[in-house]
C-alpha cells in the first residue's frame, strides 16, 4: 500500500488561482509532522509563500472505536472514550456515561453530579492549558508552554489521587463513579484553585499583549457567524466567531444550573480571538469548580440499588436482600442490566465543542450502535476556508487554535 | 610506553586501555537522538517524559529530532493503523545505521484494546523492534527504564561493524543445521522485498553466500 | 439526565401541513421523525428555513440483526439502513432527529450539502464506513479508510477484527533495514 496521490480536480479553487495554476506548487504536509501535533495531513497549494489552496486529510489515526463500541459493554467502552480526546479523557469519560445514562433513564445522585462537573471543568481547564499552550510554542512562546505544562502535571495528579491513574481514568461508571472523591483529592483541587489564577494571570502576561504572538494571530484564520453554524462549528471556536452557544447554558446537564458563569464570546473570530476565548474560559472553568467545591452534597454517589446499574455496597450485599440479588444480576454475564430497544442522542459541552454519542440499544449490555458526534471532525473541515489567502507560517498557527486531536478526529 | 620487569606494558597517565566496540558502544548510547513517532495518547506522555519535570536528558537521550535523517533511536508511541504503517515504514528506512526502535504502549507493541480491523496488531510484525515497554500509556519512569535497558544492550551487544544487526547471517547458519529435502515453497506475493531477493538468487546460480 | 429540551410541537405541526402525516416519536424528550427517501431532501431544506441552522451530525445504524424493529416504528421494520439527521437551532435551542431508511442494493439518499456546509465530512464518513451513497455530494471519496480499501468496516456484516487486510503489508527485517 502507497500514500494516496492527492487529487484537486473535485476542490474549488478560486478564480484568480485557476489563471497561474501553472506556478502553483504543492507541498505535503505531514502525517508525521512537529506542528501538527498528532497524525494529520495537509497537502497545501503553495503560490509563494501564500497558501492557494489546502486539502486537509484525515484516516491516519483511524482504529474503529465505533466498530469496538458494539462489541463492549457500556461500562467496558469507557476506557476507549479514554484514548478518544485523550487531552481531556475526563470530559470523555463524563460524555460517554452522560449518553448512556440518557438511554437508560438513570437520574444520578447529588453528590455524584457534582463531582463530574468538577472533573469536567478540571479537564476544561487542562485541555485548553495544552491547546494554548501548543499554539504559543508554534508560534515561538516556548516558556508559555512550559508554564501550561506545569499546570497540567497538577491537575493530573489531583487525578491520580482521585483514580490512581494519572492519564487515562476512566472514572465514571453507569449510573456513578468508580470512587468517592475523598478529602485530600478535595484539598488538592483547592489549593489548585487558589493557586492557578496566578499563572493564569502570568500567562496572560506573557502572550496576550505579545506583539509577535498578536502579529501572528491577530486577522488570521477569520470564520464569520453564519460560516460557522453553516459549517458546524462547536465549542471556542463558534463562540469566537459569536454564537452564543454552549450547552450547560442551552441544555444544562449535571449541575451546571445551580452555578454563576459566563459564556465566553468573540466575534472577531480569529485565532486571537480563539485563544481569548479560551484563556477567558479556563477562568470561568476554575469559578465553577471553586463553586462547586465548597457545595459538595453529601449521600451516595452511585444510583440505588432499584435502578439496577450500579453494583450496590459491600454493606447492602451482605444485609439486605436487594443488595445480594443485584449483586448477583450484575454480576452474571447472562443478565446485567435492562437497556431499552431504542435510540438517543446526548452531549456535553466539552472542552473542544459538542461531544455527543448516538446510542442504540438493543436490549443487551452492549451498544447496538455507538456513534460518537466528534468536534474535531467539524473543526478540521474547516481548515481550508481558514487558511486560503494566508502564508505557509499561519497553517501552524490556525492548526493550533483549532485543537484538532486525531484520535477523537478520525476515531 | 615502558615495558616492566614482570613484561607488562605500563600505561602512562591518562591513558585508557579499552575495545574499540566498547569505545564505540560508549559512545553510541549516551547520545540516542530520539525520533517521537507519536500518533496516539503515548505521544502526550513521551513529552511528559521530556518536559522538566521527568528530564530525559538525564539519561542523554533529549535531543528529539523531527527528522529521520538525524536520529538513531525510533520510538513508537501509540496505535499504528493501516493508513500509518506505509509512512512509518518509510520514515524507519530513511533513518540512519546503527538505529533502534522502541515500541511504547500496549497499542503500538500488540495492538492494545484496539483489536479491529483498521489497527496493525504490533509493529514488530513489519518492522524491526529492540524494546517494549507496557502500559497504557506506560508512565514516564518506564520510558526511560527502556531508555537505560537500551543503552545496556547497546553497551553489551554492540559492535563497531554492525555485526549484531546482520541477523539474516545468523539465521541462515542456524537454518544449516536442518536438512531440509528440497526448497520451501515461500508465497512472495505480497513481499516485494522477498520478490526482490528471489529474483537475485535465482540471477546468481551460486546463491547468496 | 439532561433538562428537557424546548417542545417541537410547532415544527411537528409545520411539517405536517407542508409534506402531510410522518411518522413521529418521542424518546426522553427527543422527538425523531421519519422521512420516506424520496422526499429527504426537500423535508430538511424546509427545516433548514425553519430555523434549524445547525447539522449537528449525520450518522447511520445497520439493522442488518436488530432484535426488534427499530425504535416501535412498524412502518420502518425491515429496511437495512436508517440515516439519523441531527438538527438543532442555534436561536431556539429545539433539536429534531430526522430518520431516513434506505436498503440495499444501492443505498442512496440525496445529498443535503447544498443546505449545510458541515454536511460534506460528515456524509463522506457515512459513505466510508457504511457504503451509503450520497447524491450530488461535490466530492465523495472515502474519508477514514485507505482509497484502496474495498469494504465499508461498520456494517454489520463485516467483522470486528476484519478480514485480514491489517496483516497485508511487507515485511521489513533487521537485516534489509
Given amino acids: 500500500m502507497s500514500i494516496a496521490p492527492p487529487r484537486f480536480e473535485s476542490v474549488e479553487i478560486p478564480e484568480a ?37 489546502a486539502l486537509p486529510e484525515m484516516g491516519y489515526l483511524h482504529s474503529g472505536f465505533e466498530k469496538i463500541g458494539e ?6 467502552y469507557v476506557t476507549v472514550t479514554d484514548r478518544m480526546n485523550y487531552i481531556s479523557p475526563m470530559a470523555n469519560n463524563v460524555a460517554w456515561h452522560h449518553a448512556v445514562e440518557t438511554l437508560l433513564g438513570i437520574e444520578l445522585t447529588p453528590r455524584c453530579k457534582v463531582i463530574r462537573t468538577i472533573i469536567a471543568e478540571l479537564a476544561r481547564i487542562s485541555d485548553h492549558l495544552l491547546c ?43 449510573g456513578g463513579l468508580s470512587q468517592d472523591m475523598t478529602p485530600l483529592v478535595i484539598e488538592k483541587i483547592r489549593s489548585f484553585v487558589k493557586t492557578f489564577p496566578k499563572t493564569i494571570d502570568d500567562m496572560e502576561r506573557l502572550l496576550t499583549r505579545n506583539r509577535i504572538f498578536v502579529d501572528r494571530t491577530k486577522g488570521v484564520g477569520v470564520l464569520s457567524t453564519e460560516e460557522a453554524i453553516s459549517r458546524g462549528a462547536t465549542g471556542p471556536v463558534a463562540r469566537a466567531s459569536g454564537v452564543t452557544r454552549d450547552l450547560r447554558r442551552d441544555e444544562p446537564y449535571l449541575a451546571y444550573a445551580d452555578y454563576d458563569f459566563q459564556i465566553c464570546c468573540a466575534s472577531a473570530g480569529d485565532c486571537y480571538a480563539r485563544y481569548l476565548v479560551r484563556m477567558q474560559e479556563m477562568r ?82 452492549t451498544a447496538y450502535r455507538a456513534r460518537c458526534r466528534p468536534p474535531s471532525v467539524l473543526h478540521y473541515a474547516l481548515f481550508p476556508h481558514l487558511i486560503r489567502g494566508h502564508t505557509l507560517s499561519d497553517v501552524v498557527a490556525v492548526l493550533g487554535s483549532l485543537n484538532i486531536i486525531a484520535a477523537e478526529l478520525d476515531r | 610506553m615502558a615495558v616492566s620487569d614482570a613484561g607488562k606494558l605500563q600505561l602512562p597517565e591518562n591513558v585508557v586501555v579499552s575495545r574499540l566496540d566498547s569505545l564505540a558502544n560508549w559512545c553510541r548510547k549516551n547520545s540516542l537522538w530520539p525520533m517521537p ?36 533511536l525510533m520510538i513508537v508511541a501509540g496505535r499504528v493503523v493501516m493508513k500509518m504503517l506505509p509512512v512509518l515504514q518509510r520514515i524507519w528506512l530513511q533513518m540512519h545505521e546503527p538505529k533502534w526502535c522502541i515500541s511504547m504502549g500496549a497499542c503500538a507493541s500488540t495492538g492494545g484494546v484496539f483489536d479491529t480491523y483498521a489497527v496493525v496488531q504490533g509493529i514488530d510484525r513489519f518492522i524491526p523492534v529492540d524494546m517494549y515497554v507496557p502500559g497504557c500509556p506506560p508512565r514516564p519512569e518506564q520510558l526511560i527504564q527502556a531508555i537505560i535497558d537500551l543503552q545496556d544492550k547497546i553497551q553489551r551487544e554492540g559492535t563497531i561493524t554492525g555485526r549484531e544487526f546482520e541477523t539474516a547471517g545468523r539465521q541462515a547458519r542456524k537454518r544449516a543445521l536442518v536438512e531440509i529435502a528440497e526448497p520451501l515453497s515461500i508465497d512472495a506475493s505480497r513481499n516485494p522485498i522477498l520478490q526482490r531477493e528471489l529474483a537475485a538468487d535465482s540471477a546468481s546460480p551460486a546463491g547468496r553466500s | 439526565m439532561p433538562s428537557t429540551p424546548p417542545s417541537v410541537d410547532d415544527v411537528l405541526a409545520a411539517l405536517a401541513e407542508q ?43 445497520d439493522y442488518l440483526d ?60 457515512v459513505w466510508d464506513l457504511f457504503g451509503i451513497r450520497f447524491a450530488g455530494h461535490p466530492d465523495l471519496r472515502r474519508l477514514v479508510m485507505p482509497e484502496e480499501f474495498t469494504a465499508h468496516p461498520l456494517r454489520k456484516d463485516y467483522p470486528l477484527q476484519g478480514r485480514g487486510e491489517r496483516h497485508n503489508f511487507p515485511v521489513i527485517t533487521r537485516h534489509e533495514s
Fill in chain 1, 17 to 53: 488561482a485557476t489563471r497561474s495554476e501553472d506556478y502553483l506548487w504543492t507541498l505535503n504536509f505531514g502525517p508525521q509532522h512537529p506542528a501538527t501535533h498528532t497524525t494529520l495531513r495537509l497537502v497545501l497549494k503553495l503560490e509563494g509563500e501564500r497558501v492557494v489552496d
Fill in chain 1, 71 to 76: 462489541h463492549l459493554t457500556y461500562n467496558q
Fill in chain 1, 132 to 174: 494554548n499552550g501548543a499554539v504559543g510554542l508554534d508560534t515561538g512562546a516556548f516558556t508559555f508552554f512550559l508554564y501550561a505544562f506545569y499546570q497540567r502535571e497538577v491537575i493530573y495528579d489531583i487525578f491520580e489521587t482521585l483514580c490512581g491513574a494519572r492519564f487515562t481514568n476512566s472514572y465514571t461508571r453507569v
Fill in chain 1, 284 to 365: 470561568e472553568s476554575l469559578k465553577i469548580v471553586a463553586q462547586a467545591l465548597e457545595n459538595i452534597p453529601e449521600g451516595p454517589i452511585n444510583v440505588g440499588i432499584d435502578q439496577r446499574t450500579a453494583l450496590p455496597t459491600k454493606q447492602q450485599v451482605y444485609s439486605t436482600i436487594e443488595g445480594t440479588i443485584s449483586h448477583f444480576e450484575l454480576s452474571m454475564s447472562n443478565r446485567g442490566f435492562e437497556v431499552p430497544c431504542e435510540e438517543s442522542y446526548a452531549a456535553i459541552e466539552a472542552p473542544n465543542g459538542e461531544l455527543g454519542f448516538y446510542l442504540a440499544g438493543d436490549g443487551n449490555e
Fill in chain 2, 37 to 72: 513517532f507519536a500518533t496516539a495518547c503515548c505521544g502526550i506522555e513521551l513529552m511528559a517524559t521530556g518536559a522538566s519535570k521527568h528530564d530525559l536528558s538525564r539519561f542523554g537521550a533529549e535531543v528529539f529530532r523531527f527528522s529521520p535523517r538525524q536520529c538513531d
Fill in chain 3, 19 to 61: 409534506f402531510g402525516d410522518l411518522p413521529s416519536s418521542v424518546f426522553r424528550g427527543q422527538t425523531r421523525v421519519v422521512v420516506p427517501e424520496s422526499a429527504s431532501h426537500e423535508v430538511l431544506s424546509f427545516l433548514k428555513e425553519r430555523g434549524f441552522d445547525l447539522l449537528v451530525d449525520i450518522s447511520c445504524v
Fill in chain 3, 66 to 125: 436488530y432484535r426488534e424493529s427499530p425504535m416501535e416504528m412498524a412502518a420502518c421494520a425491515g429496511h437495512r439502513y436508517g440515516l439519523v439527521y441531527l438538527l438543532a437551532s442555534t436561536a431556539t435551542n429545539q433539536r429534531l432527529t430526522i430518520r431516513v431508511f434506505v436498503d440495499d442494493p444501492e443505498p442512496t439518499v440525496r445529498s443535503v450539502v447544498s443546505l449545510w456546509k458541515a454536511a460534506n465530512w460528515l456524509e463522506r464518513e
